[in-house]
């Protein structure tokens, strides 16, 4: 039997398959799946070098699904292969049986790809689109910091390629020379609703990646020699190395190839079931009799394996103190000034990481001098683990998904205000267990002048829903964290790369006193009683935690004995905090400089839980803000200067002035 042969024969088995395990689940894509039935036999029956049994071998070929809701024939495949599934590294071999629990509530073999869910077979969940060519490029610049030689393939549909991050990615992956990154765009010219538009057909496309400075090759998608063509010279410029120039191959397909019955509009998310489907597999047996002999498949198709890997992570090394680091960049004036920018602690810290961890790369969005992570980069002993992304901060979040699941740990760092961008992003990547940091600097109100098209207001808020929930580890989904001053910057830095999971950590602009010192720990889910007295309990976090200070010395001149409490971390230690409460006859305030729903909302939340008599009042910004010369300016404002703050803690205490 010839290879193409060999190769059609494997795809009708794979539609075949795949119709029938979205019938069994009542749910799925296979008109999409078999728009892929080709390229998928290919690749993991041939092309890819990998294991099957073992998915996750370091120097494997990798491929990624961003159109996730093709994932029926990569099941279907998988289940053929016997390709090991299984969570925390206990595989055993993917079955039919397996296959047919596509969907099931208790099954691995989940809607759109997760590996969480026991399929490692995948490096990071997709499904909602646009995103995967990103991981695949994150994907790449791990195995190139690792020196492992391997491609990563990224199938994407044409409908989705309308979303602006793929061309995000494609000018990424130019820019950084990924030559081992292959897109793949399935054009079979359906979306959900409709035909895609002609602006996504493969032709145009084609014109895009080779203005971008791609060799496009345009093929049709069930031609099996077509396929391998295409995929050859793909590996042949990736050996080129930054020699080459990215290959993409752009293959004009048929959603529901093979079935005439299940082809053209309507039947995208919809399973052939009934009559339909005994009539869908009739039509595909009788193309297997035109298109393949009655012979056995033979040697045709070979999965060859990958080179032996012998990389190893080298183990983190302990960082220095604050003070220590700062001394050793040659900042120990700026140290005695007893005032520094939570924003450039945290360049600091990234760097002192850098040099201890060699496992911390960092990604910026064309804002390095304003986060600091230049300091990382500037290093020649670390600039090769700094990756500037542009102003693209979904690709970079992507990125950063696919560099965790290379063994990274990737710092992303942007204004705060950006992040939201890429809320969808992030929320994917928890959804992996990506290893991803976020630092949002510019937090809060600190733009002032800059007005609130530069303020981050509702990320504390949007953040903290994750950390309401558990991931698959049994861990928040998220933490947030709100550095007061330089040394809390440094030391919760220091624990988030230390932590596997998703952190977000908000900076602030403005230079700003020192509250604590070197012997100060900093734990994720922590916090710190800066004062204690007995009238009333303020909470507050980051900035405002300096107006609250000052807000104590003029409650102190009032007679009113109040405590403070630095909520640095979001989930808390809600016994700790609830102690220092009843201390203050169970009066609290708190203080942000956020709209509603971050810090104000948790505490509320953690006193309702606790069913004891507690009053609670929040402030924080209620209106929307403008542009003001000073944070000051801003403050008074929007009343939340210290001021405010002392009358309103006066106000809960019935006292008429302070």
Known sequence: MSFAAAVHAKAIQLDRTSLEITAEAGAGHPTSAMSLGHIVTVLMYHSMRWVPSHPRYPSSDRLVLSEGHAVPIVYAACADLGVGIGKDGDLRPMTMDDAMTLRDIESPIDGHPNPVEGFPFFDAATGSLGMGLSVAAGLALAARHDQIDKQVYCIIGDGESREGQVWEAVDFIVDHQLTSVV??????????????????????????????????????????????????????????????????????TIKGWGSPICQGGGWHGKPVTGEKLEAAIDELESLRNQLTSTLSIGDELTIYPPEESTHESPAPADAPTFSEAMKQFDMSSTLATGKFATRRAFGVALRALGHVNPSVVVLDADVKNSTFTEWFGNDRDLADRMYECKIAEQNMVSVAAGLSAGDKVPFTATFAKFFARSYDQIELAINSGANVKMVGSHSGLGPASDGPSQMALSDVSWFRSFTTTKDHRGNPACYVLQPADAFAAYGLTQVMADYHGACYMRTARPDVEFLYDDSTVFNLGGLEVLTRGRDLLIVSAGYMLHECNKALELLDKAGIDASLIDLYSIPFDVDALLDVANENGGMILTVEDNYGGGIGSAVADAVTESGDGFTIEQMHVRSIPKSARTVDDELAHLGLRSVDVARRAARMLGVATV
Do not use: M
């Open 183 to 252: 897109p793949i765009f399935n054009c079979n010219s359906f979306g959900q609703a409709d035909r895609v538009s002609n602006q996504q057909s493969s032709g145009v496309i084609a014109k895009k990646l080779e203005a971008a400075g791609f060799i496009a090759q345009v093929i049709d998608g069930h031609d099996p020699d077509a396929i391998l063509a295409a995929v050859e010279v793909a590996r042949t410029n990736a050996e080129k190395g930054a020699q080459g120039c990215p290959v993409a191959i752009v293959a004009d």
